[in-house]
T-cell receptor
Framework: GAVVSQHPSWVICKSGTSVKIECRSLDFQATTMFWYRQFPKQSLMLMATSNEGSKATYEQGVEKDKFLINHASLTLSTLTVTSAHPEDSSFYIC???????????FGPGTRLTVT | AQTVTQSQPEMSVQEAETVTLSCTYDTSESDYYLFWYKQPPSRQMILVIRQEAYKQQNATENRFSVNFQKAAKSFSLKISDSQLGDAAMYFCAYRGPTGTASKLTFGTGTRLQVTL
């Protein structure tokens, strides 16, 4: 089956630093990838949609200068949280949409803790 | 905008029994897709079942089946012969017509407990 990986699975960083999260589709090509944020006991909130080779589309209320998204290839998208603050601590999930079948597959998530 | 509503924050079922999770949605589209996802404690999202709106027949995957009522915009999930491993958060999700702009809209989730 289609597999999406995320790295790292857990990261702790200091306030003011930046952290990058990678999302890879391992056995399929994904022209579109999605980034979600999930707070404890809540649903997934879509942050942005990234298309390979073009700028990401951010949802209303999401700061694009804070959450930098790059989708440089058909198998890799990255989310960089810049100048992280404790309120950015959350669970971040990526999802990749298969180019051929249009099915959407989810990564295992990354837990970010900002101290 | 499309909305997905799950009115049951928590549900409980005894092992081997049957439970139904409710979901309603709002859309003006005629062609769309509906999904149920399971999120266990590991937090990995797992697709349980999907339904295409143009199909009248309810989708079934082993112990999981749906009751899709298009006119009522209702999409409930029935879990038969519940197992301890079914304990998880369940999210109902809607996706519009296939296209580059289509994206999943999730409900708020239902936490399912399975008791012995």
């Amino acid at each position: 089956g289609a597999v999406v990986s995320q790295h790292p699975s857990w990261v702790i960083c200091k306030s003011g630093t930046s952290v990058k999260i990678e999302c890879r589709s391992l056995d399929f090509q994904a022209t579109t990838m999605f980034w979600y944020r999930q707070f404890p006991k809540q649903s997934l909130m879509l942050m942005a949609t990234s298309n390979e080779g073009s700028k990401a589309t951010y949802e209303q209320g999401v700061e694009k200068d804070k959450f930098l998204i790059n989708h440089a290839s058909l198998t890799l998208s990255t989310l960089t949280v810049t100048s992280a603050h404790p309120e950015d601590s959350s669970f971040y999930i990526c999802s990749a949409r298969a180019q051929r079948t249009y099915e959407q597959y989810f990564g295992p998530g990354t837990r970010l803790t900002v101290t | 905008a499309q909305t997905v509503t799950q009115s049951q924050p928590e549900m409980s079922v005894q092992e081997a029994e049957t439970v139904t999770l409710s979901c309603t949605y709002d859309t003006s589209e005629s062609d769309y897709y509906l999904f149920w996802y399971k999120q266990p404690p590991s937090r990995q999202m797992i697709l349980v079942i999907r339904q295409e709106a143009y199909k009248q027949q309810n989708a079934t995957e082993n112990r999981f089946s749906v009751n899709f009522q298009k006119a009522a915009k209702s999409f409930s999930l029935k879990i038969s012969d519940s197992q301890l491993g079914d304990a998880a958060m369940y999210f109902c999700a809607y996706r519009g017509p296939t296209g580059t702009a289509s994206k999943l809209t999730f409900g708020t989730g239902t936490r399912l407990q399975v008791t012995l």
